[in-house]
């Protein structure tokens, strides 16, 4: 049995230590195992500190981006190059605990062929970013043909079967969450209460988050666009009553007074219902554009493995 073990990294310098030191005393437990780290394009000396570890003889692999290409495609890289049986990807901030790795591996042994975890509670979670997040996998799961479990995370455990149905796929736009609830086998999920951010600041600004949500809509439902047509029709019905009304009491009253008030509103309210629409339709259309170039989803400057 070869456990993997996948994490993202993107400026982590002082956490990549600490980090390795708490996962090999729980993976020094198993027979065989590898940590694969990648390297997103960091400014930082995060990708010295790997090497160092891997000169003092840890049992460590990496992958280093020429440039940032964010975590999703991070996470899908370290999915390519994994050798394990199974596979466990978490942060390198620390606030997924390795603790949780024994859990994983044991539910994985009973069967299982995903186990992931749901979050309980950010600890320094603002109020906005809870509610931001719980109303994001409200409207995903409301909308899309799967279901995710609010809260949950990219700390999980995938079997080499699901693994390689995942390396298969070759989707620009990445959603692993997603794409994890898509595939089904047998699933678990195991609750955790994140530990505070070791050292650093988050990478996760509120504009990665909103593109984050735009990626998972847009990726597993087209009842946006549904949504948009149906939003015209109902626009036009209410145009026609409208202007039915307009109609009327123009030949049939005096009680018409000039103004700008209506008009202006109803201007508006139209122009901005159309804009909307036009870039739901926009958010589709730039996806197939991007899609149809069929460019690499990353590009590795080195690494210390093959896939």
């Given at each position: 049995?070869?456990?993997?073990?996948?994490?993202?990294?993107?400026?982590?310098?002082?956490?990549?230590?600490?980090?390795?030191?708490?996962?090999?005393?729980?993976?020094?437990?198993?027979?065989?195992?590898?940590?694969?780290?990648?390297?997103?394009?960091?400014?930082?000396?995060?990708?010295?500190?790997?090497?160092?570890?891997?000169?003092?003889?840890?049992?460590?692999?990496?992958?280093?981006?020429?440039?940032?290409?964010?975590?999703?495609?991070?996470?899908?890289?370290?999915?390519?190059?994994?050798?394990?049986?199974?596979?466990?990807?978490?942060?390198?901030?620390?606030?997924?605990?390795?603790?949780?790795?024994?859990?994983?591996?044991?539910?994985?042994?009973?069967?299982?062929?995903?186990?992931?975890?749901?979050?309980?509670?950010?600890?320094?979670?603002?109020?906005?970013?809870?509610?931001?997040?719980?109303?994001?996998?409200?409207?995903?799961?409301?909308?899309?043909?799967?279901?995710?479990?609010?809260?949950?995370?990219?700390?999980?455990?995938?079997?080499?079967?699901?693994?390689?149905?995942?390396?298969?796929l070759n989707e620009t736009f990445i959603f692993l969450r997603g794409l994890v609830s898509w595939v089904g086998f047998r699933q678990y999920a195991l609750e955790y209460t994140p530990q505070k951010r070791y050292s650093?600041?988050?990478?996760?600004?509120?504009?990665?988050?909103?593109?984050?949500?735009?990626?998972?809509?847009?990726?597993?439902?087209?009842?946006?666009?549904?949504?948009?047509?149906?939003?015209?029709?109902?626009?036009?019905?209410?145009?026609?009553?409208?202007?039915?009304?307009?109609?009327?009491?123009?030949?049939?009253?005096?009680?018409?007074?000039?103004?700008?008030?209506?008009?202006?509103?109803?201007?508006?309210?139209?122009?901005?219902?159309?804009?909307?629409?036009?870039?739901?339709?926009g958010e589709y259309l730039g996806k197939l554009f991007i899609e149809s170039k069929r460019r690499p989803q990353y590009i590795i400057k080195e690494k210390n493995c093959e896939k």
């Amino acid at each position: 049995m070869k456990i993997s073990v996948v994490i993202p990294c993107y400026n982590e310098e002082q956490n990549i230590p600490i980090l390795v030191k708490k996962l090999t005393e729980v993976l020094n437990k198993y027979s065989d195992y590898e940590i694969i780290f990648v390297d997103d394009g960091s400014t930082d000396a995060t990708l010295e500190r790997i090497k160092e570890l891997v000169e003092n003889g840890a049992k460590i692999k990496y992958l280093a981006f020429s440039r940032n290409f964010g975590q999703q495609k991070a996470l899908k890289a370290g999915l390519d190059y994994s050798t394990g049986d199974c596979l466990i990807t978490l942060d390198a901030d620390l606030q997924h605990p390795p603790e949780l790795v024994d859990a994983m591996i044991q539910k994985w042994q009973e069967g299982y062929d995903i186990v992931y975890t749901v979050r309980k509670e950010y600890p320094d979670a603002s109020f906005l970013k809870r509610k931001t997040s719980w109303l994001f996998y409200k409207l995903l799961n409301k909308i899309s043909e799967i279901e995710i479990t609010p809260g949950t995370a990219d700390f999980r455990l995938l079997d080499r079967k699901v693994i390689d149905i995942l390396r298969e796929l070759n989707e620009t736009f990445i959603f692993l969450r997603g794409l994890v609830s898509w595939v089904g086998f047998r699933q678990y999920a195991l609750e955790y209460t994140p530990q505070k951010r070791y050292s650093g600041k988050t990478k996760y600004s509120f504009k990665n988050m909103i593109l984050l949500a735009i990626t998972g809509i847009t990726s597993f439902s087209t009842r946006p666009l549904h949504l948009a047509t149906f939003l015209g029709l109902i626009l036009a019905f209410l145009c026609i009553l409208y202007g039915g009304y307009a109609v009327g009491i123009t030949i049939f009253t005096d009680k018409t007074v000039p103004g700008w008030a209506s008009l202006i509103v109803s201007v508006l309210f139209i122009g901005s219902i159309q804009l909307l629409i036009l870039g739901i339709i926009g958010e589709y259309l730039g996806k197939l554009f991007i899609e149809s170039k069929r460019r690499p989803q990353y590009i590795i400057k080195e690494k210390n493995c093959e896939k």
